[in-house]
């Protein structure tokens, strides 16, 4: 039976979502139903794509990441694919036309991972196009369920949400992916000189990309506008903890939120909504 077989492969990323990621998994809980194994399904696809880049060193990496490549596009050209992770998001990227330009963008910016280390301006927006604002555009798709016309005027917004999220996943693992995997993304930073003026610099920047982000939040359809509100509150959180720590220790030590701080935020988060003060 085809639909038992649709139900194991959005369980699995249902399950690579959670073992992966508890903020994402929460925001998504608050999605209505109907959203809740496309976004699965995303998040598993691009999860997946992220661990061959940052995980698999004893592998040929270059290797599995091409034949990864191959297989999505095969899933997505047949409408099938044996690997789970692969028909849930074949099954999303057929059923809400997620263009085939996302999902190229985003895998070129996994296959930067392989060799660069360093990025200059370019290189780093280019980056972020990828890993991030795409995978927005990706969710944009699904929650707006072929509204083109509102596609287009949110489109600006959920990349710069997009950005804000990546950013802050960059400082907050500054030093684990220097020490680990040998990157800097930020374009110009030699992590010998980062100080307090760099990290207020960056900062800054992320600044802006939430500001915007949030707008286009208050735009979005009631069925998902709260999932994505709760993505952003925890991640505004982690950001003013960020911006709280001084950069010694940014560069040390990876700053969390506690699981008791994430069901505060979850609360004041539904409150906020339920009274419309978004």
Same mark, same amino acid.
Do not use: C, V, W
């Given at each position: 039976m085809m639909q038992l077989f649709d139900k194991v492969s959005g369980k699995t990323s249902k399950m690579v979502t959670k073992a992966y990621s508890t903020s994402f998994s929460l925001g998504i809980k608050f999605l209505s139903n109907r959203f809740h194994d496309p976004i699965y399904a995303i998040y598993g696809f691009v999860r997946f794509a992220d661990e061959i880049v940052d995980t698999f060193h004893d592998f040929d990496k270059k290797n599995l990441l091409d034949d990864?490549?191959?297989?999505?596009?095969t899933a997505i050209q047949q409408g099938i694919s044996l690997n789970p992770i692969l028909h849930s998001f074949q099954q999303t990227v057929n059923k809400y036309n997620i263009p085939l330009e996302l999902i190229d963008t985003f895998l070129?910016?996994?296959?930067?991972?392989?060799? #660069?280390?360093?990025?200059?301006?370019? @290189?780093y927006e280019k980056y972020i196009l990828g890993s991030a604002e795409v995978v927005g555009l990706m969710c944009l798709k699904v929650f707006l369920e072929g509204d083109e016309e509102e596609y287009k005027r949110l489109k600006p917004y959920a990349m710069a949400l997009g950005s804000a999220f990546q950013k802050i996943n960059f400082l907050r693992d500054l030093n684990a992916d220097y020490e680990a995997l040998g990157r800097t993304y930020f374009p110009g930073v030699d992590l010998s000189e980062f100080d307090e003026n760099v990290k207020r610099e960056i900062e800054a920047d992320i600044d802006i990309?939430?500001? #915007? @982000?949030?707008? @286009?939040? #208050?735009?979005?359809? #009631?069925?998902?506008r709260f999932g994505v509100y709760v993505a952003y509150v925890y991640y505004y959180q982690l950001f003013s903890k960020i911006k709280a720590t001084p950069h010694t220790t940014i560069l040390n030590q990876r700053v969390r939120i506690p699981n008791n701080k994430k069901l505060t935020l979850l609360f004041k988060s539904y409150i906020r909504h339920s009274f419309n003060l978004l």
């Open positions: 990864f490549r191959a297989q999505t596009y070129d910016s996994m296959e930067m991972d392989l060799d #660069k280390n360093e990025y200059d301006q370019a @290189g990309d939430f500001h #915007k @982000g949030y707008e @286009g939040i #208050k735009m979005l359809p #009631k069925a998902a």
